[in-house]
């Protein structure tokens, strides 16, 4: 299916959901637009490099650790 025809279907559904799926539909959109750029690919080494610097500093949790931090979300 071509672009063209998929923003087709989009505007044909969006006139008919219901206000919970088109509500959902902008939140997913607006928070892609938010944080959708990509980042370079310099800036993706860099921060690959950083992580692997805070795993050898041991700046890092257990499973165990994670699941008990989760539980106070």
């Known amino acids: 299916m071509t672009t063209v025809a998929i923003r087709q279907k989009l505007v044909d559904y969006m006139k008919v ?3 919970k799926k088109i509500k ?3 939140a997913l959109l607006e928070d892609d637009m938010k944080h959708g750029e990509r ?4 800036q993706y080494n860099k921060e690959i490099d950083a992580a692997m610097e805070e795993v050898k500093r041991g700046e890092v949790y257990s499973h165990e650790q994670v699941v008990k931090l989760s539980k106070k979300w």
């Open 39 to 42: 980042i370079s690919i310099t």
């Open 24 to 26: 959902a539909m902008y």
């Open 17 to 19: 959901a219901d206000d």
